[in-house]
């Protein structure tokens, strides 16, 4: 049994298939997909736009329904949750972190941090999840004054404020250089190592399949190879 499977199950997914219908038109975002993901670790999505990853993820942080099959967290069943009880499971167990910060212009680091720690149940101190991603210097600049990678650090300072159990990266990289891109998935990374957070990054980019546990590969809809690394290689040290 290999190290990862030995792990307790975070998310399982079962038979999961998502189908967008526009008018006569269906689109097959995701087909049977059957996946296990453990608690704390660290997992790529890998494959080109349009494979089904960033459904999935969707699906996975309860912002999206699947059309058929099932997915639970923990045990429990998301598939026929109300709205309601999917708000309350993305507030207390999710932290979501897109390829475009949204942070608000008007408010400075720590203020843009706060909006998320006000409304949790168990909050980390604002400048204590800035600390965490390397920006204690510039928790109180406003989003024009930091740089893009320092708006993305920022962002994810606010998904980990609430304590999530789980962190879920849409191309977290994408609008990002690769120097700067690397200092970012560090980040990430040390919000894996040090609060135990199970994380999930989505990415075309194959250079970052390196910093996970494993790497599970997406083509048309369908899971087509899942390999677990022999060992995690350090985010600062990948280059694309």
Known sequence: MSKISSQKVCFATHNLSKVYITGDIEVHALRDVTLEIYEGESVVLLGPSGSGKSTLLN???????PSSGHVSFRGLDMTART??????FRRQNVGFVFQFYNLIP???????????????????????????????????HFPAQLSGGEQQR?????AIAKRPGVLLCDEPTGALDSKTGVVVLDAIAR???ELGTTIAIITHNASIADMADRVMSFADGHIVDIKENASRAPALGLHW
């Open 59 to 65: 699906i996975l942080g309860g912002i999206d329904r």
């Open 106 to 140: 008007s408010l400075t680091a720590r203020e843009n941090v706060e909006i998320v720690t006000e409304i949790s149940s168990d909050p980390m101190p604002a400048a204590d999840a800035l600390n965490m991603v390397g920006l204690s210097e510039r928790i109180d």
């Open 154 to 158: 920022v962002a994810i300072a606010r």
């Open 83 to 88: 709205e309601s009880e999917l708000t309350q």
């Open 191 to 193: 919000i894996g190592e």
